[in-house]
């Protein structure tokens, strides 16, 4: 009869689809994707769309060309299961799902990490990119200052005064600076209202006009450079924790073919079993690809250590509406 391979897929799409992610916040572009894995869009998506009204003379053109702009999908890659089973074809799809639950938690956890990382700014503080430090007292022994429902509060105002998109904040939240604000009455009664509705994952909060996730990026702010760490760069020394926030509207993903990769035993003579795998074509990024706008709309929470005062806390005053 041979592996039926369309259920194990369909049970790790199943799974991939259930969680509640913040990547799938921005636009969806699967549908740009072609058969060889890679992403057409056009190359100038930045550019803004005027509409007129009544005008009477010749109506302009949108400035720069919508040429092709083709990028290649990444390609992700689970370890192998080996599997010592006699009649893996006739496996219950309880027993498929012990396998496919746990393939796809890793490679969204993968994805979900690169997207952090991509979504955070590249440069430093500026008038489209709002980067600042947290200016609560530390937490028990915690080295670094804490996040406050405050901070959220300013950070919201420096982002309406450089007029940042309205709709689709994201503020998406390390564990550190969560638990600094979840035992507030704000977030703590929405997370104790997801758990009461069975949401899959209760901590997700509304604040001030963010959509706040609480998800461990790993992601560092180098103190010494105003920048973010290289990614996995250990939070240690001059690099400290910090969080990050985008625009929905400002960025996209797109899948492409999620295949299984499968050796029968009888095939497997050196190491005598079933081996299992997974790979998924995917890739996601910011909208804006021109060097000069592309940090627009986006930005960073840093928890400071201790021994930088709050008054060292760059304030929204660093954020005005003028064009970088």
Not at 36 to 61: C, F, M, R
Not at 136 to 165: K, W
Not at 170 to 181: A, I, R, Y
Not at 243 to 272: D, I
Request: aromatic share 8%; with cysteine.
């Amino acid at each position: 009869m041979g592996i039926l391979k369309e259920v194990w897929l369909a049970e790790v799409l199943s799974s991939t689809e259930k969680r509640a992610s913040f990547i799938h916040l921005g636009s969806d572009y699967s549908a740009f994707v072609d058969e060889a894995g890679v992403l057409h869009i056009p190359e100038d998506a930045d550019t803004e769309l005027n509409v007129h009204k009544n005008k009477t003379d010749d109506i302009g053109a949108v400035k720069g060309e919508f040429t092709d702009n083709a990028i290649p999908l990444d390609v992700y890659d689970t370890e192998n299961f080996k599997i010592r089973l006699a009649d893996i074809e006739a496996m219950p799809v309880e027993q498929i799902r012990y396998f496919t639950d746990k393939a796809a938690l890793k490679l969204s956890i993968k994805e979900e990490k690169d997207a952090a990382y991509e979504f955070a700014p590249d440069g430093t503080s500026g008038a489209k990119t709002i980067i600042m430090k947290c200016t609560g007292t530390p937490r028990g022994s915690n080295t670094h200052h804490s996040l406050t429902v405050q901070d959220i509060y300013n950070y919201a105002e420096a982002c309406d005064r450089a007029n940042f998109p309205t709709e689709g904040r994201v503020l998406v939240l390390n564990s550190l600076q969560w638990w600094d604000v979840a035992n507030s009455d704000i977030i703590n009664k929405q997370i104790i209202q997801n758990q009461q509705l069975g949401k899959i994952n209760p901590d997700i909060a509304e604040v001030a006009g963010f959509t706040i996730y609480k998800y461990d990026a790993g992601l560092g702010f180098d103190t010494t450079t105003n920048k973010k760490a290289a990614q996995g760069t250990a939070i240690s020394g001059n690099v400290v924790p910090a969080s990050f926030m985008f625009c929905a509207s400002e960025v996209f993903y797109a899948g492409g073919k999620t295949q299984m990769l499968y050796l029968p035993a009888e095939q497997n003579t050196r190491g005598r079993c079933h081996e299992v795998g997974f790979q998924q074509r995917f890739k996601c990024r910011r909208k804006r690809m021109n060097e000069a706008t592309r940090d627009y709309y986006t930005g960073m929470i840093v928890s400071a250590p201790v021994s930088e005062t709050p008054a060292s806390t760059e304030s929204s005053s660093n954020s005005e509406t003028t064009e970088q």
